[in-house]
């Protein structure tokens, strides 16, 4: 498979558009709901055993209640079951099978994610999962999916290294690769007139691939990295990598976190001064609307971080009102965080995929996904449509909540992306879009 070139290939040419452009993460257990590559099977595939018809189909929702991403993966756990509420309303597949989630936290921890991913597969025999969300926590999860031959669909781990670490192609993902948003951090950064960059990153796959990919644009772009500093994802205190970028020299910090130790570094650097003398960009992981209050309010009454700015992947897809609709009917308030559409189209690819494929096992369920996803086929942006088309024989092209959610053959996806910023309020708000 030529997985490096062609990701280089398509790398290339998102850097000379974007070049053109004007700017540029439940707790364990069985919750029931009543509501890449299409490949062939390995020849060393061992028996997938078929539940019984009539039986509940069982889906793997392995994301973090938890942990550092939990902020972000309870909304996300909410979307994947109000995706199988409606698969179900719908009368389920396979000739009126219904689907039951299996939550499992990962705690946004790598065994935990490990220990929630064996779980499901070796436990509760599911054949496909929604998750992990941070990168770190989807390699775990791979390791033991790829081992039983189990389709996974994460809707928010970004590492750009999933294009060359999955050779089984087990592994997709709704939301875009961080090969993109590096690019796009980037592009915004020079286009905002900064010549000198810090980077403050995560110590696992999400923080180094993202800034690996900021470092290399910013700088082919005539830009200087005067620090490149990660930080342990398991730490509590930040102030020595805190004062290596505050300290450097920097006219543009790119913090690539997640929302409890992001935080604390934000209140390290609030304490420093350095949003005095610096400006910081926030990665999609820190967007999530309880940020804000976690840094706190300054001496005056002030939210500290008004006026700070990040960028996030957008959901730009037209069956984004109804899951919006949806989702504010069942959980009381409307979908803020940056995955929760993206949770919701990878339950919703999947249940299609069954359908297309005549079987809920996790090789066939990988084999149809491209074809229920992607070009050619009918668009469609109803599960209730794109169910009708599949069993009259046609081919469909999903086009769902989050975006056209269209694989290439990495199982990667393209996405527009929002520059976001923190009003005088304590609100997240978007104030420019950028479309690669």
């Not at 030529?2 to 540029?24: D, I």
């Not at 928010?156 to 090969?179: I, L």
């Not at 730009?316 to 929760?340: I, N, V």
């Not at 297309?356 to 084999?367: C, F, H, S, Y």
Request: overall charge negative; some cysteine; hydrophobic content about 45%.
């Amino acid at each position: 498979m030529k997985r490096r070139f062609a990701r280089l290939a398509a790398l290339a040419a998102v850097f000379a558009m974007l070049a053109l452009a004007a700017c540029g993460g439940g707790g364990g257990g069985t919750q029931g709901s009543t509501g890449g590559a299409s490949q062939q099977p390995a020849e060393s595939e061992p028996e997938t055993e078929t539940p019984a018809a009539g039986e509940p189909i069982k889906i793997g929702i392995v994301l973090p209640a938890t942990g550092d991403l939990g902020f972000l993966g309870g909304p996300m756990i909410n979307a994947a079951l109000l995706a199988i509420d409606v698969v179900n309303e719908a009368g389920g597949v396979l000739g009126g099978r219904m689907l039951e989630g299996v939550v499992a936290d990962t705690r946004t921890e790598e065994t935990a994610a490990r220990e929630a991913a064996d779980k499901v597969i070796n436990v509760d025999g599911v054949p496909a999962l929604v998750g992990a969300a941070g990168s770190g926590n989807s390699f775990a999860v791979l390791a033991v999916a790829e081992q039983a031959q189990v389709v996974m669909i994460s809707p928010s781990s970004t590492s750009p290294a999933f294009t060359t670490e999955d050779p089984g192609n087990w592994f997709f993902r709704t939301a875009p690769s961080d090969s993109l948003q590096g690019a796009v951090m980037a592009k915004y950064s020079l286009q905002e007139g900064f010549t000198k960059a810090a980077t403050l990153a995560l110590n696992n796959a999400y923080g180094q691939g993202f800034k690996d990919v900021f470092i290399e644009v910013f700088e082919s772009q005539g830009g200087e990295v005067v620090a490149d500093v990660l930080y342990d994802p398991q730490g509590t205190t930040f102030s020595s990598e805190v004062e290596q970028v505050v300290n450097s020299g920097a006219e543009v910090v790119i913090l690539v976190g997640y929302p409890e130790t992001g935080s604390a570094i934000l209140k390290e650097a609030y304490a420093r001064g350095a949003f005095d003398s610096q400006v910081w960009l926030l990665s999609e992981g820190l967007r999530t609307p309880e940020l804000p209050d976690l840094v706190g309010k300054d001496a005056s009454g002030n939210y500290v971080l008004a006026g700070v700015r990040g960028t996030s992947p957008i959901s730009t897809g037209p069956a984004y009102a109804d899951f919006a609709q949806r989702f504010e009917a069942k959980y009381g308030s409307p979908p803020e965080g940056p995955f929760d559409a993206h949770t919701y189209d990878a339950m919703l690819l999947i249940a299609m995929a069954i359908e297309k494929a005549g079987q809920a096992t996790g090789p066939a369920i990988r084999d149809a996904l491209m074809s229920v996803a992607s070009p050619p086929g009918q668009k469609v942006s109803t599960l209730a449509e794109a169910l009708e088309l599949i069993r009259a024989g046609q081919d469909i092209d999903y086009e769902g909540a989050s975006g056209n959610v269209n694989f290439d053959e990495v199982g990667d996806v393209m996405a527009a992306y929002a520059v976001w910023e923190v009003t005088a309020d304590g609100q997240i708000v978007d104030i420019a879009e950028i479309e690669p």
